[in-house]
């Protein structure tokens, strides 16, 4: 079985309102993008591949990859405008065409706490189901709105599910639902991988096994909270 992690590191985090792109931001001072980069290495996948912004590919290979010794990182590709476009371009780069995967995990940098727990349980579901995505219920009530900010739909409680990453698909599966996806041109409603599976495919996506610590930093609220959950990762 031969595996390729994504690590998506190309986004600007704009919600996070700071000088500079969160995945660079030290968290215990250690660059937040590092702790996904040490626990993928200390995983079992083969290989790892980073999407980072093009003006930034040759900072990111001397001040993170190298210094902090991450031994997979196959290759380093540019992002692009939107979080799909990065997938898209780490999927289809020259130096992974010749590989045959069998399968590929696409994660977040932004979710630093990923245990290696996840990990393992995302190649074993995304084996046995060709798309697997770890996922934890949701513990707030979440209602669906109208136009004009009235509550339309409260959904059960217990069918919504927070879906988060590393996501897990059969390699090429994956590879051709983006292809299609590109192809279509409608980029509608694809906020995570396993939409474009679900847009552009028949396979089901199974949810699997997360962690509600497997958190997103997304605004700065979360870095207390993350720099908490990290304390236990010594890198
Ligand atoms: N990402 C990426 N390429 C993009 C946009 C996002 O690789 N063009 C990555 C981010 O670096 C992050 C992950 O996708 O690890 C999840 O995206 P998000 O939390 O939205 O991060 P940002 O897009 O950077 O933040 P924001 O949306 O607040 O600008
Ligand atoms: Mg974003």
Do not use: W
Not at 11 to 26: A, D, N, T
Not at 58 to 67: F, G, H, Q, S
Not at 132 to 146: C, Q
Not at 154 to 162: A, V, W
């Amino acid at each position: 079985i031969k595996t390729l992690a994504i690590i998506l590191a190309a986004g600007s985090g704009s919600r996070m309102q700071m000088e500079v792109p969160k995945q660079y931001l030290h968290l215990n001072g250690i660059p937040m993008m590092v702790y996904s980069l040490k626990t993928f290495e200390e995983s079992c996948v083969d290989d790892i591949a980073v999407a980072v912004p093009e003006d930034d590919i040759e900072y990111v290979d001397k001040n993170i990859i190298k210094k902090y010794g991450i031994s997979k990182v196959l290759y380093i590709s540019k992002g692009g405008k939107s979080r799909y476009e990065s997938v898209y371009n780490a999927l289809l780069h020259p130096a992974v065409l010749k590989k045959k995967y069998d399968l590929v995990l696409i994660h977040d940098a932004a979710r630093p706490a990923v245990s290696k727990n996840i990990i393992e349980n995302s190649i074993k579901g995304g084996l046995k189901f060709k798309a697997y995505v770890p996922a934890v219920l949701s513990k707030d009530t979440v209602k669906i709105a109208d136009e004009n900010g009235f509550s339309r739909l409260t959904p059960d409680r217990k069918d919504i599910y927070c879906i988060q990453t590393p996501q897990a698909f059969s390699y090429e599966l994956c590879k051709n639902a983006y292809r299609k996806l590109f192809e279509a041109g409608d980029f509608r409603g694809v906020t995570d991988d396993a939409a474009v599976i679900e847009k552009m495919t028949d396979i089901k996506v199974k949810l699997g096994y997360g962690e509600y610590t497997n958190i997103k930093v997304t605004t700065s609220e979360d870095v207390e909270i993350i720099e908490m959950f990290l304390k236990k990762y010594i890198i």
